[in-house]
């Protein structure tokens, strides 16, 4: 072929030939799954056919219909090319088929409509369709949830149906394979959606997660935080009322200790009064009581003959008044 003259790109298709005496056929099954403008799959006596198709309405699932096309294969897979449906109207749904990851990477149920239980990794919304990320026997695989065109007022976008990551659920769909050589072992799948009912939430998932235990250590956490600035608060509240407690015994005890000496002077004053003590003295004592009780301010007493005793105040400084000399009391 190295010898071939060269083609301009641009005339390769006028060097193709193409001879195709394929005959329409006919089969007949269930319908069990239809994707408007793009495929129907037919199942029937435990195989399935997918059909190429622009049909937009008259196909429901569950019923028997008969569907014509061209036999042709795709990436490896047979399929009907130019479809015609038909539908019966007679409703006769299948049970989907229980399987396990194991089953289904084997090639053993292309298009078939089976069911697995699985859990849910992830959930994502993209433009033309809905997509789950599933995990089954440690293996990871999608089941996709197609949306027709929409508009906002003939066919608005419906909401994604939302499922916990974690949860356990499950789905049933049409199994398509994305390779159709069959000596590849653990050949990659997805499932295809007919409708959210399709997967179902069988089991919630586990409280002991990665997310809770996050949460979880972070509200330890805050407690904690809470209470030791809790136990802070309090133990300088209780260090300021002790100090507050202490301060005032003090002070009640050293107002008893004044009262005291007041108390104490009193006395002795009652005593001189009665005594034989100098009057002078004793209105000097009397003085320095009052002056004790006032805390230390100047106090005197002024004789009407001009005389002072006691401590008089003198600019900033008080100064001790010289005793005068007063007459003794009978």
Excluded at 66 to 80: E, K
């Amino acid at each position: 072929p190295w010898a071939a003259p060269v083609t301009p790109i641009d005339q390769v298709i006028s060097a193709s030939r193409l001879l195709n005496q394929s005959g329409r056929l006919r089969v007949h099954g269930v319908v069990t799954y239809f994707m408007p403008g793009s495929a129907v799959v037919l199942q029937n006596a435990g195989r399935s056919l997918w059909i190429n198709t622009r049909a937009l309405t008259g196909v429901q699932l569950g019923h028997e219909a008969d569907a014509t096309g061209f036999p042709d294969v795709h990436d490896g897979f047979l399929r009907l090319a130019d479809g015609e449906i038909l539908d019966s109207g007679k409703d006769d749904p299948l049970k989907p088929i229980p399987v396990t990851w194991n089953d289904l990477s084997r090639s053993l149920h292309v298009f078939d409509l089976v069911s697995i239980d699985s859990e849910v990794v992830a959930e994502v919304r993209e433009g033309g369709q809905d997509e789950y990320v599933l995990v089954s026997d440690g293996h990871l695989f999608s089941a996709i949830l197609r949306r027709l065109p929409h508009t906002s007022l003939t066919n608005p976008l419906q909401p994604m149906k939302h499922i916990q990551p974690g949860s356990r659920v499950r789905v049933t769909g049409i199994c398509i394979l994305e390779d159709s050589n069959p000596f590849n072992a653990d050949v990659p799948f997805n499932l295809l959606l007919r409708s959210t009912d399709d997967i179902s939430v069988i089991a919630r998932p586990s409280p002991l997660t990665i997310e809770n235990l996050l949460k979880t250590v972070g509200l330890l956490a805050a407690l904690l935080i809470g209470i030791f600035a809790w136990g802070w608060t309090l133990k300088r509240k209780v260090a300021r009322q002790t100090e507050a407690l202490a301060n005032r015994a003090e002070a009640e005890a050293a107002m008893e200790r004044f009262n005291a000496q007041i108390e104490q002077r009193r006395s002795r004053i009652l005593e001189d009064i009665n005594g034989t003590l100098p009057l002078s003295e004793v209105l000097e004592d009397i003085t320095e009581l009052v002056s004790f009780r006032l805390h230390g301010v100047p106090c005197w007493c002024e004789i009407t003959d001009g005389a002072r005793l006691g401590s008089v105040q003198q600019g900033s400084a008080g100064r001790r008044v010289a005793r005068e000399e007063i007459p003794a009391r009978p």
